[in-house]
């Protein structure tokens, strides 16, 4: 299980918030991802990255990066990350309505990836990425939604059904399907978790 952050928007942000996650995240035992989309040159995400009052790599296990400054934002980020034991999603297709991350983009995002396997370990991504039978990229998909196809703002969603079984990803990233307005967070919670469970299963069993 995996607990996506995006800490720059709590607005009484204090260590003692940091503290407390991480307290959960070891009692329910997930993994945290701090979906920071870093997108700069590699010196400049190795500070936001590592310093600043977020201190972004000394808590999440897991952050993300566009491929769009070129390689040197893997490099910037792995100094930090690597001696922690951090891993990198790089956003190779996004979910919004006219996202410029297809073609050559993602192509090359997706080698930059292949060239840094010690520490990127998958993507966010509609599809799954993996072509050689040695790898083993885990493919993250954000734009999950059971009830609505959009939010108005270019966000587009799938069924967990679609993006497992139909496009191969390994993960769903729920947002607004279980805390949207009015809606009952544990019982949403678990209906993504089933449907994404079975949509798992039929894949597998296929
Ligand atoms: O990197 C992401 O997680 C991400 C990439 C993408 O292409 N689309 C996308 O929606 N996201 C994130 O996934 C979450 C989706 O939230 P909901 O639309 O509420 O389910 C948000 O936190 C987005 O920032």
Known sequence: RLFQTHIDIVDDFD??????????A?????MIFEDRKFADIGNTVKHQYGNGIYRIASWSDITNAHGVPGEGI??????????L???????????????LT??????????????????VM???TQRCINEHPDEDFIAMSPGIGLDVTGDGL??????????IVESGCDLII???????????????????????????????SQ
């Open 15 to 24: 260590q003692d918030l940091i503290e407390q996650l991480l307290v959960l």
């Open 26 to 30: 070891k009692k329910h035992d997930f």
């Open 74 to 83: 893997i490099t910037g980020l792995k100094e930090v990350g690597l001696p």
């Open 85 to 99: 034991g951090r891993g990198l999603l790089l956003l190779a297709e996004m979910s919004s309505k006219g996202a």
């Open 102 to 119: 297809y073609g050559e983009y993602t192509t090359q995002t997706i080698e930059m990836a292949r060239r840094n396997q010690d520490f």
């Open 122 to 124: 998958g993507f966010i």
């Open 154 to 163: 270019g966000q587009q969603y799938r069924t967990p059904r679609q993006v």
């Open 174 to 204: 729920v947002g607004r399907g279980i805390y949207g307005k009015g809606r009952d967070v544990q019982a949403e919670g678990r209906r993504y978790q089933e449907a994404g469970w079975s949509a798992y299963q039929e894949r597998i």
